[in-house]
């Protein structure tokens, strides 16, 4: 009998096939201009698409634009203008996209993927779905055990096995962690709160499953000083802990012991916090801020705080689609589609980095 299984090369692939594998998902930007370069099947003409696109690598590349979840939810005006700024490139188009989508999450690198984030005296990191933390074990918040009191060096923190931490956020005295699962675990000082258990008589010295949150899957997580902000998968927004400058956006100040939805959110793609303060972008571009106003770091023009959650308007009259923010002590940082970095805050003047992001695209 002879073989039954046949070895194919790519080029005797039919080009339907070869398109739908080339938009899986699965290859980034970089694969795909590699691609490009080395074989005529993907780099040549072959009449499958319109006449627009340049090759089979130049229309796969504008497909897992038009599927991605950020492009899709800009405006036709927004899209032209980013298409405009990445020089008609669709390939740099997705290199941008896939970019921003790194930003908040794990970043590949050759020891494997990983993710680092840094509290007052210590240091988290992920490696390969592993978490490791060192510095000062102040009120456990590096998660190994009250009798701890400082890592010297990078140490491997216990969770349940077959667990696989997916996202990490630190701050000053306590930490939270997003599994594959889409369950969070908290550890660190609770006296605010502030990890989401009702048992504050004592520090969580190793994480601990936040059971409120049962049934709720998470994909990120971000600590404050005395709060914490938790963002669904559903895109719905839920926060505890210290309310004092209505940071938990309910409308009042009145702390909460255990996550609570903020009900006037909704499709939010990603969450930001600040020692007293939380930014949130929307799918369709949309800043919202609250909390402390303190040096004018909401965005609003105004220093008081905001009890529940405002959008920032000087991004929505100038039609500015947002995709990530970043707060920091007294200023934030928003990120828009067409690669201009916005500072929020007073006395900061760094304009000179409004280019910086489309720097890396240059190679394709």
């Not at 070895?7 to 080339?22: A, K, N, Q, R």
């Not at 965005?299 to 920032?312: D, I």
Request: glycine residues 10%; charged residues 15%.
């Amino acid at each position: 009998m002879g073989d039954r299984c046949r070895h194919f090369s790519i080029e005797e692939l039919p080009s339907h096939l070869v398109l739908d594998i080339l938009c899986s998902g699965r290859l980034s930007a970089m694969d795909l201009v590699c691609l490009e370069l080395t074989s005529k099947t993907f780099g040549g003409i072959h009449g499958l698409y319109p006449f627009k696109f340049k090759s089979l690598i130049d229309f796969a590349a504008f497909q897992l634009c038009a599927s991605h979840v950020t492009y899709a939810g800009m405006s036709l005006i927004s899209q032209r203008e980013l298409y405009d700024r990445c020089g008609g490139n669709w390939k740099r188009v997705l290199r941008f996209l896939q970019s921003v989508e790194q930003s908040s999450q794990m970043v590949e690198t050759s020891s494997g993927n990983m993710q680092i984030t840094t509290g007052k005296y210590h240091t988290l990191l992920i490696s390969n779905a592993s978490v490791y933390s060192c510095g000062s074990c102040l009120c456990g918040v590096l998660g190994h055990g009250s009798e701890i009191t400082q890592c010297v060096a990078f140490t491997r923190i216990n969770f349940p096995p077959l667990a696989r931490v997916v996202h990490v956020s630190a701050s000053f005295n306590h930490a939270a962690f997003v599994l594959q699962s889409g369950e969070v675990f908290t550890c660190g000082d609770n006296s605010a709160s502030c990890c989401g258990h009702r048992d504050t008589s004592r520090p969580i010295s190793r994480p601990r499953l936040v059971e409120s949150l049962k049934g709720i899957p998470c994909k990120q997580v971000a600590a404050g000083l005395n709060f914490t902000v938790f963002l669904t998968r559903q895109g719905h927004v839920y926060t505890c802990g210290t309310n004092t400058h209505g940071q938990l956006g309910h409308g009042d100040t009145q702390d909460r012991p255990t996550p609570k939805m903020i009900e006037v959110l909704g499709s939010v793609v990603q969450i930001a916090a600040g020692p007293s303060y939380i930014l949130s972008v929307t799918e369709n571009g949309t800043v919202y801020s609250f909390g402390s106003g303190a040096n004018f770091c909401l965005g609003h023009g105004e220093q008081h705080n905001e009890f529940q959650p405002r959008a920032v308007q000087k991004f929505r009259r100038k039609g500015i689609h947002i995709v990530r923010v970043s707060a920091g002590d007294e200023h934030a940082v928003a990120l828009d589609s067409n690669g201009f970095v916005s500072f929020i805050g007073q006395d900061i003047f760094p304009s000179f980095i409004c280019y910086s992001w489309f720097s890396l695209f240059k190679s394709l």
